[in-house]
């Protein structure tokens, strides 16, 4: 199965079952949103022409990806490109396996995890959350926010999605004006290196992946849209 990422998502649906099914989800985020105390956000209309819907790398892209991110906040280096087990990474596993460095978590009472400062300079908002499913939502907040109700479990800020991938982008040293889209994006996920000098080629999937979700996180913002997995 592959995995879609989306920005306005409601702008994709013709059934109307389909669009209550995403109507009561996103209206969960408001409320758990509400409820770890954070600024009212509401689902805007979008217009088709300003909406996203991407393929990702399948799933194991955002492993590929997250891995990367762990071992930087762990080194502060680059480790060497991931593999097709990138998703057993044992420092991986071990973040998965662990609450993020700062977060809300909202259930019967609304309980605070971590702190600020253990959270700074890591990729809380990219690490912790659903490789399926889930939003993120464009408001700048630290903690990433855990809610029994919502879909996918973890709800996170596209802002620090954002910042996060930018770190990251420019450790893998892509070029500022790269098209996500481009040929040379697609084929250096696939190992086809066309330019040995350009570094960010052997981190293909990582790169593909990172370029993705910086559009998608940038276009949540500029339209005040969930960026959404499905």
Same mark, same amino acid.
Do not use: N
């Given at each position: 199965?592959?995995?879609?990422?989306?920005? +306005? *998502?409601?702008?994709?649906?013709?059934?109307?079952?389909?669009?209550?099914?995403?109507?009561?989800?996103?209206?969960?985020?408001?409320?758990?949103?509400?409820?770890?105390?954070?600024?009212?956000?509401? $689902?805007?209309?979008?217009?088709?022409?300003?909406?996203?819907?991407?393929?990702?790398? +399948?799933?194991?892209?955002?492993?590929?990806?997250?891995?990367?991110?762990?071992?930087?906040?762990?080194? +502060?280096?680059?480790?060497?490109?991931?593999?097709?087990?990138?998703?057993?990474?044992?420092?991986?596993?071990?973040?998965? $396996?662990?609450?993020?460095?700062?977060?809300?978590?909202?259930?019967?009472?609304?309980?605070?995890?971590?702190?600020?400062?253990?959270?700074? +300079?890591?990729?809380?908002?990219?690490?912790?959350?659903?490789?399926? $499913?889930?939003?993120?939502?464009?408001?700048?907040?630290?903690?990433? *926010? *855990?809610?029994?109700?919502?879909?996918?479990?973890?709800?996170?800020?596209?802002?620090?999605?954002?910042?996060?991938?930018?770190?990251?982008?420019?450790?893998?040293?892509?070029?500022?004006?790269?098209?996500?889209?481009?040929?040379?994006?697609?084929?250096?996920? $696939?190992?086809?290196?066309?330019?040995?000098?350009?570094?960010?080629?052997?981190?293909?999937?990582?790169?593909?992946?990172?370029?993705?979700? *910086?559009?998608?996180?940038?276009?949540?913002?500029?339209?005040?849209?969930?960026?959404?997995?499905?």
């Amino acid at each position: 199965m592959g995995l879609d990422v989306f920005v +306005g *998502i409601l702008t994709y649906l013709d059934d109307e079952e389909g669009i209550d099914h995403y109507r009561g989800e996103l209206a969960m985020v408001t409320a758990t949103l509400k409820a770890a105390g954070l600024p009212a956000w509401h $689902e805007p209309a979008v217009d088709p022409a300003g909406a996203f819907e991407e393929q990702m790398y +399948g799933y194991s892209g955002l492993h590929y990806l997250r891995r990367l991110a762990v071992h930087v906040a762990a080194t +502060g280096v680059l480790p060497p490109p991931g593999g097709e087990d990138a998703s057993h990474d044992p420092l991986l596993l071990q973040a998965y $396996e662990g609450d993020p460095s700062h977060a809300v978590v909202v259930a019967d009472t609304v309980t605070v995890v971590g702190s600020p400062e253990a959270a700074r +300079g890591g990729f809380d908002h990219l690490v912790h959350h659903s490789d399926a $499913e889930g939003y993120y939502v464009p408001l700048d907040f630290q903690p990433v *926010i *855990i809610g029994e109700r919502v879909v996918g479990d973890y709800l996170g800020s596209s802002h620090r999605l954002l910042d996060e991938c930018l770190r990251l982008a420019r450790l893998l040293e892509l070029p500022d004006d790269l098209d996500p889209w481009s040929d040379a994006v697609c084929d250096a996920a $696939e190992g086809d290196v066309s330019d040995p000098s350009a570094g960010w080629q052997r981190y293909g999937v990582e790169s593909f992946t990172c370029l993705r979700l *910086i559009a998608a996180a940038r276009t949540s913002i500029r339209t005040g849209a969930a960026l959404t997995f499905a």
